[in-house]
């Protein structure tokens, strides 16, 4: 059974910082593009940022303007994202999303190329 678990979100205050956690289970971690997302309120879900299967190659939406970090550990079986500067436009449930691949140098930004997601984890920020 499949499961990618998020954590790290919470209440935080614009300006402040956070690390979002996202634990694999069920899968071959490092045969997947792993992927973050999110969905403000009445909003689409959005493409935020993604990693290749051995961190060899990551891309950011350009709208993050260089706050957020995606980094994994393929021995923990954990895919994180960083972000700074927050915002209280970045509050949204964030997603995390497997892709899987048999290529080391690629990541993927659509919903539908990503076979597993979380339940997501609510970040709130306030101004």
């Known amino acids: 059974q499949v499961q990618l678990v998020e954590s790290g979100g919470g209440f935080l205050q614009a300006g402040g910082s956070l690390r979002l956690s996202c634990a694999a289970s069920g899968i071959t971690f490092s045969n997947f593009i792993m992927g973050w997302f999110r969905q403000a309120p009445g909003k689409d879900r959005e493409w935020l940022a993604a990693i290749s299967r051995f961190g060899l190659l990551t891309e950011y939406n350009y709208s993050l303007k260089s706050r957020a970090s995606i980094s994994r550990d393929n021995y923990k079986n954990t895919v994180y994202l960083d972000m700074v500067n927050l915002e209280p436009e970045d509050t949204a449930v964030y997603y995390c999303?497997?892709?899987?691949?048999?290529?080391?140098?690629?990541?993927?930004?659509?919903?539908?190329?990503?076979?597993?997601w979380g339940l997501g984890t609510q970040v709130t920020v306030s101004s």
């Open positions: 999303a497997a892709s899987a691949t048999d290529q080391h140098r690629r990541v993927v930004v659509r919903e539908a190329q990503y076979n597993y």
